[in-house]
């Protein structure tokens, strides 16, 4: 069970804005720090889509950061 301050932690590491999106005809590129990390296509794209134009903020980054998943495995930097 992970204790509330790591909780915490990882919430604030939200406040540096790590994710951003791009829109594209019928795709949504997800990045970190500017590395693209995935690709959405057709309906996901489109979940995805309609769940950001209702979120603001940091609620963005935590869809963003949930969409991603655990995709960090190796020896990443960031």
């Known amino acids: ?3 509330k301050n790591q909780k ?8 540096d804005e790590p994710f ?5 005809k019928d ?3 997800v990045s ?3 590395k693209s990390v995935m690709m959405l296509k057709g309906i996901a794209a489109q979940n995805l889509i309609r769940k950001i134009d209702n979120a603001e903020g940091k609620e963005i980054q ?3 950061a949930k969409i991603t998943g655990n995709f960090k495995r190796g020896n990443e930097k960031n």
Not at 8 to 15: C, M, S, V
Not at 20 to 24: G, R
């Open 1 to 3: 069970m992970k204790n």
């Open 8 to 15: 915490i932690t990882n919430i604030n590491k939200l406040e």
């Open 20 to 24: 951003d999106y791009q829109i594209f």
């Open 27 to 29: 795709k949504v590129q």
């Open 32 to 34: 970190y720090y500017g």
């Open 62 to 64: 935590l869809i963003l």
